[in-house]
């Protein structure tokens, strides 16, 4: 997620790839994030904190408190700390951190890397509008964002967090389904994909309800009446709904609510 984020903010243009600092203890993610961001990175988090005052913790929910406390000595109320970090609270965040650090808890999506991205954001005690326009400015370059109350992050979460994952499944069974009915693979794949795209800019720039749309296609006695026909004996509907909220519950479970 972290390259996902940094490589599309640098493809946006809005930071150059030489402003951006990551550090992991790993050789190989250090490489790999220089390969596709362009970045400089570090074995420590104390190199990338000497560099910058607005840090992106992009580490695992349970490791979230160690780093803070690791970087304790080295920032202060002078520094915005981002938090990608799935289920891990503001006031978890706050408590580790040292008194007066501002921090920002988002949720972004991966799809940030090709400026598609769909995020969350939500505000701590300490943070500032100007954090706010800069967390907005960040993540707006890649995607959309929008302000939201803490509590609905787990939801964001497990709606457009988790949600490529989702998407990428019901590609790969339109492409089967396409497959299975003649198509070659290579073309199954890019109609199902270019769908999913084309039906998404349909509702993002027409301003209709999907349903809505989706009368739209289905005439009567029609073949896009049997197929949903066969998507409602499916559960398609009730399966995704599902999945937001099952995957919304584990964001509240990872951060120990």
Known sequence: ??????????????VE?????????????????????????????????SRTKVLFLAVKPAQVKEVL?????????????????????IAAMEAAAPKG??????????????????SGFSLGSAATAEDAATVEALLSSVGVAYQVKEDLLD????LSGSGPAY???????????????????????????????GGAKMVLETGKHPGELKDMV????????????????GGLRGTLMSAVVAAADK????GGR
């Open 167 to 197: 998407v990428y499944q019901i590609i790969e069974a339109l492409s089967d389904g396409g497959v299975a009915a003649g198509l070659p693979r290579d073309i199954a794949t890019r109609l199902a994909a270019q769908t999913l795209l």
């Open 251 to 254: 964001s509240k479970e990872l």
């Open 1 to 14: 997620m972290a390259t996902a984020l940094a490589g599309g903010i640098v493809k946006a243009g809005l």
């Open 17 to 49: 790839a030489g402003s951006v600092f990551a550090s992991d203890l790993f050789p190989a993610a250090r490489d790999a994030f220089s390969e596709e961001v362009g970045g400089q990175v570090f074995e420590t988090n104390q190199e990338v904190a």
């Open 69 to 89: 406390a690791g970087l304790s000595g080295d920032i202060g109320s002078d520094y915005l700390i981002v938090s990608i970090a799935a289920g891990v609270s």
């Open 218 to 233: 289905t005439s009567p006695g029609g073949t896009t009446i049997e197929g949903l026909h066969q998507l409602e004996l």
């Open 155 to 158: 939801a964001v979460t497990g």
């Open 101 to 118: 650090v501002r921090v920002v808890r988002v949720m972004p999506n991966t799809p940030a890397l090709v400026g598609a991205s769909a």
